[in-house]
């Protein structure tokens, strides 16, 4: 009895060796996103994207550009100055998806908040038995691949097409009980998600060989048998590392899990089957070949890549704390209201809520219209200037440039439980005005949150912003910093609350923006 445990222990050990002999590591990145909106490089390069995305990565994304190439596309991804990703310099790769909103049961919609992404990176063998079992031959990937995983506007589950069981979805109940089973779908009805809701996508791992991209961006690459392993198809017969995404969102604020389902994507999917996934790759050629073939950066030894600083070749590249400062290198001056501070009346874009056969803009808007209904820049008036804040400092400004402002220079007012007032909040971070020594913007600790009145003053348009706790007037100094200790209105004290007008789709990044000349090199 006693062999014949030893052997079963020998044989599990066998199988848990085999599971683990191939390379994998994990990509963390932060709970703050390098952009929220309706962008989307790769889809409508130079133009707004169909819906709200969640952009996270090297600080080189844009807008994109028509017609520019990928390997164009890719120097200029590489090239990036940092990532809010856990891995620098050598991945400055962009990932996006789809975001989350929360639909009221008035029908009025808010942005969910963000709990961050984590992206897997799975470099996993083909069937056992079969040549690509014994032998994979995974290459790193070629320099300029971008894709799309998962599909917009599906909206049914079909269990016989791997691309569809590569959707799935996990609600994290309360600590010390198990999960809700994943499923295909949102499960939100069902369950409450106390720890979170963590939407998942499984990238084709499977190349043509030939093409960068295809026109429907997803062509040039295939899943394997299976949706997270299995061989490739003799279509696409290169095997690249598979990439799996993680997207965690806090909905614990918003009430469900009582037989409503209530959270749809920012696509107009309440289905959950339309989840998809974008990836530009940024990653170095060389350091992802040698990661392929270096034996510490399998998983066994870098513990299911939870410790990818165990992979040599990046383990000088691994942060220890994530860059949560990470700016976009070239600012985007869209300042649609995306439902980050009040609730919204509709999806922003053209995406009406559809069940099944979803169906483009029926509903009238058109999908490049702005709406900008309770968010304005406020304008002091003895600057002229917008305010704005400085991410690092979260000291407040009055010093922003009134063209082409960004979500840092638009605000919103939220209102104050048990109280008259109202916050003022920022939409690109939804950050709020709190008082220290000088107006700063902080995050979700409600308790440093101030309430303010705004007095509009007679015959203007000036607004005093008024402290309802000590009853002074936000007023601008020399420094263009912010006070609050005035207690007679003067001009550095008013202020005029400009809407925007929803901004517009600059230009994307090119070779020729750089002062050094990036060398294209396919390699």
Known sequence: MRLNSLFLLLFIGTIKSQQESYPMWKVFCSGRPLYRGRLDSIVTPGEPAGHVHKVMGGNHFSAGVRNQS????????????????SIHTVDNSNYWHPDLYYQWENGTFSLVPDGGLTVYYIARTGDVGSSQYTNPNWQPFPKGLRMIAGDPWRRTFNSSDVSHKAISFVCLTDFGKPNAPETNGFQTDKYFCKNGFRMQVFFPMCWDGINLDSPDHRSHMAYPTQYNTGNCPSTHPVRLPGIFFEAFYAVDKFPHGTGRQPFVLSNGDPTGYGFHGDFVNGWDFDVV????????????NTNLGNNPERCAPIQSFVKKSIDSNCELSKSIPLTENIGMVEPISRLPGCNPITYSNAIKCTNG????????????????KITGLYLTFNPISEIVYANAPIQNPTYRETWGLGWAAKDTGRTIRNTELNRHFTMQDILRVRGPESDKWEIFTLEKQPNSNYYAIKNRRHGKYLKVEPDFTVSGTASIIVDSCLFQLITPNGGFVPEGLKLSDFNQNLSINIG
Request: proline residues 5%; contains cysteine.
């Open 365 to 380: 808007y058109d999908p490049k219209s702005m709406d900008n209904t309770n968010t304005f820049h406020i304008q002091s």
């Open 289 to 300: 070949k040698n990661m392929l073939n270096d034996k510490t950066c399998l998983a066994s």
């Open 70 to 85: 990928p390997l164009e596309l890719y120097e200029i991804t590489k090239s990036a100055t940092c990532t809010t990703c």
